[in-house]
Every structure is written in C-alpha cells, then in structure tokens.
C-alpha cells in the first residue's frame, strides 16, 4: 500500500499550470514545511515535501491556498527520473495528492501570517474567555447532553 499523510505550512503560494488542449487540466504544485517531531540539540527542523494535485483539487489550491497556511494532505508517493539539459539524470519524488483540506481556522491563519511577516503588526490573540491555555476551547457547563460524542 502507498499511503501518505502529512500535516504542514506552504513553503510559498502553489504554482499553478494548465495542460493543454480542449480539456484542459488544472495542475498544482506546491511545497509543505512538515515539522519533524523529534529535535536535535532542541533545533527546529523540518522536512520539504513537493506535492502535486490535479484537476479540481489544483483549482482549489489556487484558490484557497497561500504561503504559510497550515492544510494536511493525503496521497500517495510517486518517484520518477528524468534527464536535464547538462545531460544527467535528475531523480524525483513527490505526493500525488488525493485530498487536501485546511488544518487550521482562517484566524489562527491570519495570526500565524501577521506574526511571520515582516510587518510589525501583531498577531490577534483569541480571547481568554475562548481558549484555555492549552489552545483548546472551553465547552460550558450543562452541554454534555448535546454532544454526539459521550
């Protein structure tokens, strides 16, 4: 089975191509910033996965998708080779992507990108009342019996 799931930030806006012909096919490549869990000597590190996504789901990415935005993908791996114009073989590896979705609300977004431009806005912190310290929001008392989940 070849199955990928990853979680990260795009590295930059997705590109995006369209084939050509009668029916052309909408065609997106971006790159995810994927965190790796486990750090060395308490450095941040990451890893650079290339994505492609065709069809409707390139048109989404064109829409909807910008640099820094958090989205978690599902695909699968696809290598490939090719030769360059020095004549050596290039070697490749990328996510053909099945389905991608946001993995994150469009305010925790928007604070994420003031907080990493070089602007000197400040990022919009949710209100006390609406998250607990731990980033989770707080479910009020006497709702127990609404949720789905017990």
């Known amino acids: 089975m070849n199955k990928v799931i990853l979680m990260g930030r795009l590295t930059r806006d997705p590109e995006v191509r ?5 029916n052309a096919l909408a065609i997106a490549r971006y790159t995810l910033a994927v965190d790796r869990r486990f750090r060395r000597d308490g450095e941040a590190s990451a890893d650079f996965i290339s994505c492609v996504a065709f069809g409707r789901s390139a048109e989404f990415a064109e ?16 290598t490939g080779s ?15 992507v099945e389905d991608q979705e946001f993995a994150e609300s469009k305010a925790s977004s928007d604070s994420y990108a003031a907080s990493h431009s070089h602007q000197s806005a400040a990022p919009s912190m949710p209100s006390p009342s609406a998250a607990s310290a731990d980033g989770f929001m707080n479910i009020p008392d006497g709702i127990d019996e609404e949720l789905p989940f017990n």
């Open 18 to 22: 369209y084939s050509a012909g009668e």
């Open 82 to 96: 090719y030769t360059n114009r020095d004549g050596q073989k290039v070697y490749t590896t990328e996510v053909v």
């Open 63 to 78: 829409k909807y998708f910008r640099q820094g935005l958090k989205i978690a993908v599902t695909g699968r791996i696809q």
